[in-house]
């Protein structure tokens, strides 16, 4: 059971379970709150960095993908709190869109087989369509329409109300689809025209 592509490398590779001995040997253990950091967690906040987009200047690193979406949803109504905007508490997910099985990133997740036995979901979590692979035409955007869906979802909440889109910029456990082009900047545009913050869940495990 390898999970989606989290033994990517294949099992029982030394390598891998010498650096963690090496590592556990060194420090096993550092809180991530006050500030603390370590070597290894600087460099790679460092490489990442480096090789992401924009001016990176903070990483917190989490258990795992349901654990990093929660915190950016509360890191997305905190900045509407601190910017006087308490109003503003939806997140905007997608349909097929899957964000982790914590109680946030359940009802984020736009998945219905797994909200069954655990409702009512969290509330502040709204779906929207994405991209269908099998209505994709070759005129004009591909793309517009279901972003114009999206931005019904905001429109109908009231964008006064929405803190961020959340979305995964190839969607996994919903089928592996890969949006047309043009999508993702529409999507860009439609969080710059309400001053939405746009979430990029691409973690996958």
Same mark, same amino acid.
């Given at each position: ?84 905007? %308490? ?6 997910? &997608? =349909?097929? /869109?899957?964000? !982790? +099985?914590?109680?946030? $990133? ?74 047309? %082009? ?6 860009? &545009? =439609?969080? /710059?025209?309400? !001053? +939405?913050?746009?979430? $990029? ?5």
């Amino acid at each position: 059971m390898a999970s989606l592509w989290n033994v990517n490398v294949g099992y029982g590779r030394s390598e891998l379970a010498d650096a963690a001995a090496e590592q556990m040997r060194t420090i096993a253990f550092s809180s991530g709150y006050g500030g603390f950091g370590t070597r290894p967690a600087i460099m790679l906040a460092a490489k990442l960095a480096e090789l992401a987009p924009g001016d990176l200047e903070v990483t917190f690193f989490a258990s795992g993908g349901a654990e990093a979406n929660d915190t950016a949803y509360k890191i997305a109504r905190l900045y509407w709190k601190l910017r006087g905007e %308490p109003a503003r508490v939806n997140i905007v997910s &997608r =349909l097929r /869109d899957y964000h !982790g +099985l914590t109680y946030g $990133a359940t009802s984020a997740t736009g998945l219905a087989n797994f909200w069954t036995g655990f409702e009512p979901l969290a509330p502040g979590f709204l779906h929207g369509p994405a991209p269908n692979p099998y209505r994709f035409s070759g005129e004009g955007s591909a793309g517009a329409a279901y972003v114009d869906a999206v931005e019904r979802v905001v429109l109908e909440a009231g964008p006064q109300t929405v803190a961020a889109v959340v979305a995964e910029p190839v969607q996994g456990a919903g089928g592996v689809i890969v949006p047309p %082009p043009d999508y993702f900047p529409l999507l860009r &545009r =439609l969080c /710059d025209k309400y !001053g +939405l913050l746009l979430i $990029a869940d691409e973690q996958i495990e």
